[in-house]
């Protein structure tokens, strides 16, 4: 046992992701031909780090009548060719509210939680340890116990979907937070911890702790009560609590919806380790081991499950959507008039549906349409930098300064990402400026005082309309990570409720408000300085971040 741990040390003293990097692409090219034939590589590491660079893809386009999607009469009708690749669930409007604050969405969570009668369901990276943490854990103390109190056979059930090395990290964790209520309450509550398969052999050996994090996590944020559920790019963590800025999206009574994210949080709860009562792990049993077991037979197995929740909620929004247009016809319309689509990307897992549905939507943007995107790590992949630079549409591009990054102030060498961040934004503020584009893509950095910035997203408005019909919101921050490593949903949701579309409009103006407008003397700055080192080192680990 000497000379693993040796080599661990060696490793923790000299580890950076550039390290990991070149590490796994040679180790990758030499073994993993032997895992896909049949054998199980101790050796098999991580996707290539090198970025593939195909031609952006394009969904098919339906032949045909619209038949599940209805009419395409109205707003809603630009987009309803979503409905033939991923489920479409048919909401008012008025069921549909956006929270404000970090604040706003900590209070809810705890509110529902009290009140909740059959079922909790989250889904995070992590779970905090401080204080307000503990707060949110004692609320799901206190409506299991209430659950138990009142009945000899308890409704209610907790299911909690974190990263098992995020989740995992240092001696008090987010599994130490929970494991009392685990002891206390067995019957009741399940913590699933997702391992990526891609993390395993000789890379999970050396790579120390939060390094191993950029393999790839769980990313996924959802939070749901019974019939309602909040979508967010939000962890459960007090800074996205008090001062790290999001966005999140309530939807109200909404049960169909509700029903997909709780099978596809139990989903992917299924292909994960158990966290057992003394804080062991293990997997369902006929399971196949996400870094034990066969890398392939994994990613076969957990694609299975997950798509299973995708293919069947499709085919049933669909004979149900069918029915309701029926039943419509020759009608002035219902109150549902806004669409919910889930989009899930698990490429690890073989699983592409948001990245084919992102790179669909941002195709078809028209040349005087205007879409607000926004991102706190601002890292576009190849594909989606191509149709924003390509494509006629008009950006409004939000992305975090250096002072309100995530990893600013960071010890070693986390602490030099907000200047690759800066990097990565000069280069493409460079390509918009060599090819002219300064007056239809506009790059902003987002300010605030003792704040950070977390918020991803777009809002899509239309050609001639001055509030949105169609924001994405959720986990996915449209960069290399999002689309090829990580677990990832969001949800598109379209409407024609001018309510919504107002709350919308007020949510991308507030944020946009905080901000300043690029040019290139903000490259100029003294604190926009890019140190040599990180300019040489930022192409090899702007995929891990």
Same mark, same amino acid.
């Given at each position: 046992?000497?000379?693993?741990?040796?080599?661990?040390?060696?490793?923790?003293?000299?580890?950076?992701?550039?390290?990991? @990097?070149?590490?796994?692409?040679?180790?990758?090219?030499? &073994?993993?031909?032997?895992?896909?034939?049949?054998?199980?590589?101790?050796?098999?590491? #991580?996707?290539?780090?090198?970025?593939?660079?195909?031609?952006?893809?394009?969904?098919?386009?339906?032949?045909?009548?619209?038949?599940?999607?209805?009419?395409?009469?109205?707003?809603?009708?630009? &987009?309803?060719?979503?409905?033939? !690749?991923?489920?479409?669930?048919?909401?008012?409007?008025?069921?549909? !509210?956006?929270?404000?604050?970090?604040?706003?969405?900590?209070?809810?969570?705890?509110?529902?939680?009290?009140?909740?009668?059959?079922?909790?369901?989250?889904?995070?990276?992590?779970?905090?340890?401080?204080?307000?943490?503990?707060?949110?854990?004692?609320?799901?103390?206190?409506?299991?116990?209430?659950?138990?109190?009142?009945?000899?056979?308890?409704?209610?059930?907790?299911?909690?979907?974190?990263?098992?090395?995020?989740?995992?990290?240092?001696?008090?964790?987010?599994?130490?937070?929970?494991?009392?209520?685990?002891?206390?309450?067995?019957?009741?509550?399940?913590?699933?911890?997702?391992?990526?398969?891609?993390?395993?052999?000789?890379?999970?050996?050396?790579?120390?702790?939060?390094?191993?994090?950029?393999?790839?996590?769980?990313?996924?944020?959802?939070?749901?009560?019974?019939?309602?559920?909040?979508?967010?790019?939000?962890?459960?963590? =007090?800074?996205?609590?008090?001062?790290?800025?999001?966005?999140?999206?309530?939807?109200?009574?909404?049960?169909?919806?509700?029903?997909? &994210?709780?099978?596809?949080?139990?989903?992917?709860?299924?292909?994960?380790?158990?966290?057992?009562?003394?804080?062991?792990?293990?997997?369902?049993?006929?399971?196949? !081991?996400?870094?034990?077991?066969?890398?392939?037979? &994994?990613?076969?197995?957990?694609?299975?499950?997950?798509?299973?929740?995708?293919?069947?909620?499709?085919?049933?929004?669909?004979?149900?959507?069918?029915?309701?247009?029926?039943?419509?016809?020759?009608?002035?319309?219902?109150?549902?008039?806004?669409?919910?689509?889930?989009?899930?990307?698990?490429?690890?897992?073989?699983?592409?549906?948001?990245?084919?549905?992102?790179?669909?939507?941002?195709? =078809?943007? @028209?040349?005087?349409?205007?879409?607000?995107?926004?991102?706190?790590?601002?890292?576009?992949?190849?594909?989606?930098?191509?149709?924003?630079?390509?494509? @006629?549409?008009?950006?409004?591009?939000?992305?975090?300064?250096?002072?309100?990054? @995530?990893?600013?102030?960071?010890?070693?060498?986390?602490?030099?990402?907000? #200047?690759?961040?800066?990097?990565?934004?000069?280069?493409?503020?460079?390509?918009?400026?060599?090819?002219?584009?300064?007056?239809?893509?506009?790059? !902003?950095?987002?300010?605030?005082?003792?704040?950070?910035?977390?918020?991803?997203?777009?809002?899509?408005?239309?050609?001639?309309?001055?509030?949105?019909?169609?924001?994405?919101?959720?986990?996915?921050?449209?960069?290399?990570?999002?689309?090829?490593?990580?677990?990832? #949903?969001?949800? #598109?949701?379209?409407?024609?409720?001018?309510?919504?579309?107002?709350?919308?409009?007020?949510?991308?103006?507030?944020?946009?408000?905080?901000?300043?407008?690029?040019?290139?003397?903000?490259?100029?700055?003294?604190?926009?300085?890019?140190?040599?080192?990180?300019?040489?080192?930022?192409?090899?680990?702007?995929?891990?971040?």
């Amino acid at each position: 046992m000497a000379a693993p741990m040796s080599w661990r040390r060696l490793m923790h003293s000299v580890y950076s992701p550039a390290v990991a @990097g070149v590490f796994t692409r040679i180790s990758d090219r030499l &073994f993993r031909a032997r895992d896909s034939r049949g054998g199980s590589s101790v050796l098999l590491l #991580a996707p290539l780090l090198a970025e593939a660079d195909p031609a952006p893809y394009r969904l098919a386009r339906p032949t045909g009548s619209a038949g599940a999607q209805g009419s395409a009469d109205g707003l809603c009708g630009h &987009f309803k060719w979503m409905a033939e !690749h991923v489920p479409a669930f048919r909401v008012p409007g008025t069921r549909i !509210h956006i929270l404000r604050s970090p604040d706003q969405f900590y209070q809810t969570m705890k509110a529902r939680i009290k009140t909740a009668k059959r079922r909790v369901v989250m889904a995070s990276l992590y779970l905090g340890t401080g204080q307000l943490e503990q707060e949110l854990v004692d609320c799901m103390e206190e409506a299991l116990q209430r659950s138990q109190d009142q009945s000899h056979s308890p409704d209610l059930k907790v299911s909690i979907l974190l990263d098992y090395t995020r989740g995992s990290r240092g001696p008090i964790n987010s599994r130490t937070m929970l494991l009392p209520l685990l002891q206390r309450f067995t019957s009741q509550l399940r913590v699933s911890l997702y391992h990526t398969p891609d993390l395993r052999g000789l890379l999970r050996m050396l790579v120390p702790q939060r390094f191993n994090e950029t393999i790839g996590v769980q990313h996924i944020k959802v939070y749901l009560f019974d019939d309602s559920v909040i979508i967010s790019g939000a962890n459960l963590s =007090d800074s996205y609590f008090t001062n790290r800025q999001d966005r999140y999206v309530l939807l109200e009574n909404c049960r169909e919806v509700a029903d997909f &994210f709780s099978d596809l949080v139990e989903a992917v709860g299924d292909v994960s380790l158990q966290l057992q009562p003394d804080d062991s792990v293990n997997m369902l049993e006929g399971m196949v !081991h996400p870094y034990k077991g066969n890398r392939q037979d &994994f990613s076969a197995a957990a694609r299975g499950r997950i798509m299973d929740v995708m293919t069947t909620a499709h085919t049933r929004q669909r004979l149900l959507n069918r029915g309701e247009d029926s039943e419509d016809e020759g009608a002035s319309g219902g109150e549902e008039d806004t669409w919910v689509f889930p989009l899930v990307q698990m490429r690890p897992l073989g699983i592409q549906v948001d990245e084919q549905v992102t790179q669909r939507l941002l195709t =078809d943007a @028209g040349p005087d349409s205007t879409v607000f995107l926004t991102s706190g790590y601002f890292n576009l992949t190849r594909a989606y930098m191509r149709l924003v630079l390509g494509a @006629g549409t008009n950006y409004r591009i939000l992305t975090a300064s250096p002072e309100v990054n @995530g990893f600013f102030g960071a010890k070693g060498v986390a602490g030099a990402i907000p #200047a690759a961040y800066v990097h990565i934004a000069r280069q493409f503020y460079s390509q918009v400026c060599q090819l002219g584009q300064q007056e239809r893509v506009h790059l !902003h950095e987002y300010h605030r005082a003792q704040w950070t910035f977390h918020a991803k997203g777009l809002w899509y408005y239309l050609q001639g309309q001055n509030r949105p019909c169609l924001t994405l919101i959720g986990s996915p921050n449209f960069g290399y990570r999002s689309v090829h490593r990580d677990l990832e #949903a969001q949800i #598109a949701i379209v409407t024609e409720n001018e309510e919504l579309q107002s709350q919308l409009q007020e949510e991308q103006e507030t944020l946009y408000q905080r901000s300043s407008e690029v040019s290139s003397s903000t490259f100029e700055r003294p604190d926009r300085h890019v140190k040599l080192w990180v300019k040489l080192v930022t192409p090899l680990i702007k995929n891990f971040f």
